[in-house]
């Protein structure tokens, strides 16, 4: 299967269930200018590496490629450290990813692909050094040399609102993205969103952590661990499901910028990562869940750490992996059943899963097989109402209704399979009509050919 994720459609008529979002660092992305290049190191993991908005510019067109609908940008504020969580000013741009222009610049750019530009708002843990602790000592306090901010305190809240209010009215983003939201009351974090969504009503604010503030979506980090033991190896236990789907939008990824690589635990299991890596955002891009990847996973990008996982992203590498998220996403793009249609889980053990997800419009039936063997199952033809043909996406076949009054799937071991559920097709009459009279027409030729040359000749 071969495909371009198309451009997606508007912004505006997007729920956050329809998104699809690929998390990067700007440092670590693409140097598009060494306009910036002060003190950079490329050898040496903890220093910046050259990544900017202009680089991101350029890049737009690679993610789009890919199929995603978001970019998370990370924090692009002014900071200690390459990966932005020192922030150092909620004013000042990192001089080390660009100006305010190139940033402006990355996020028409990203629009015009469809594509919603999502920073991050460090809301606490931040940089001993960071600008209002020196001007208002009473606003935080510094423990293990970041800064706790003191949310009793109301001239800090009505700054910090201030704040984030003009970076979005500055830059008009589609969505942001806080974290360190753990110690923020929900009331003083549903002020900010409240005041956001004055200023930008259809813009998407998610959390990377649990929260009772009024998000759209948040990231919860113990799933993220429950889909990496799922995915990193084959047949692993998959009871734990069920709790990962709940009747409110949850961002759901396999790894992390915080966490193990995915391609590292399968390493170390001694299995091969391409092959988890597809399995995995088979899964993530065909369950009820927002999903996000991690920058480099379509490349098999390795580390247990933040010094070994955040690598320079390569873009000259195979491409097999980056061909099948893409030919998924497309499907996923076009489809409103797979984003956002019900889910009805038919069959779940030990790594193969099976479900539904549909709408008025379209029904698929997704088949997860996570194990080492090839997995059958009958789904009942009783589930369509009337005969129907489900039509595998990937493999080709056609599976039809047997003698038992069901569907028989037979999937391959360590692959993700989609059904399309359509009309039963049946004998074409007029194909079948037409192909007669050719044949007869054939035969009829042939017999005029032998006859002409039995006849006998004058003399």
């Known amino acids: 299967l071969a495909m371009t994720a198309p451009t997606a459609y508007a912004q505006q008529e997007r729920a956050i269930e329809d998104e699809s979002i690929y998390d990067l660092l700007v440092d670590r992305f693409f140097n598009g200018t060494i306009v910036n290049d002060e003190q950079v190191d490329t050898q040496n993991p903890a220093s910046f590496a050259g990544g900017d908005f202009a680089g991101l510019a350029e890049k737009v067109s690679y993610i789009q490629s890919l199929g995603f609908t978001t970019a998370a940008i990370g924090s692009v504020f002014a900071t200690d450290t390459y990966d932005g969580y020192m922030v150092t000013s909620y004013t000042e741009l990192e001089p080390h990813f660009g100006t305010q222009q190139e940033l402006q610049h990355v996020v028409e750019t990203f629009h015009k692909k469809q594509i919603r530009v999502m920073p991050d708002v460090r809301l606490n843990r931040v940089s001993a050094n960071h600008e209002w602790l020196a001007q208002h000592p009473t606003w935080g306090t510094v423990v293990d ?69 009024h998000v759209d979506a948040a990231l919860n980090e113990a799933h993220v661990d429950v889909w990496s033991r799922m995915f990193a190896q084959p047949s692993q236990p998959t009871s734990e499901l069920a709790q990962l789907f709940t009747s409110e939008a949850n961002i759901a990824a396999v790894d992390t910028l915080t966490s193990p690589r995915l391609t590292h635990k399968a390493a170390e ?191």
Request: glycine share 4%; no cysteine.
């Open 269 to 459: 299991a001694n299995v091969f990562p391409p092959t988890r890596i597809k399995v995995a955002m088979g899964a993530l891009l065909t369950m009820p869940v927002v999903p996000m990847m991690t920058y480099g996973t379509e490349i098999s990008m390795n580390g247990a750490t933040a010094a070994q996982s955040h690598q320079i992203q390569n873009f000259k590498v195979d491409e097999e992996i980056i061909s099948y998220i893409a030919d998924v996403q497309t499907v996923r793009n076009k489809s409103a059943a797979l984003r956002t249609g019900a889910f009805e889980l038919l069959h779940e053990q030990d790594g193969f899963i099976v479900f539904t997800r549909s709408n008025d419009e379209e029904t698929w039936v997704v088949a997860i097989n996570n194990t080492g063997e090839t997995q059958n199952y009958a789904v009942p033809a009783s589930m369509f109402h009337e005969s129907k043909e489900l039509h595998g996406l990937f493999e080709k076949d056609i599976v039809r209704v047997d003698e038992q009054g069901q569907y028989n799937l037979v999937v391959d071991r360590e692959i993700v399979e989609l059904y399309q559920v359509k009309e039963e097709k049946g004998f074409n009459v007029t194909y079948m009509g037409v192909m007669a009279f050719v044949y007869v027409i054939f035969i009829a030729f042939i017999w005029l050919l032998i006859r002409r040359a039995k006849r006998p000749t004058a003399t």
């Open 145 to 213: 040399n970041v800064v706790q901010w003191d949310y009793t305190n109301a001239q800090f809240v009505a700054a910090l609102r201030e704040a984030i209010v003009q970076f979005q009215q500055t830059y008009e983003f589609g969505a942001l993205r806080f974290t360190e939201t753990t110690n923020v009351p929900a009331p003083v974090l549903n002020d900010i969103i409240a005041a956001l969504r004055d200023v930008t009503p259809n813009i998407q604010i998610v959390s990377n952590e649990a929260t009772t503030a």
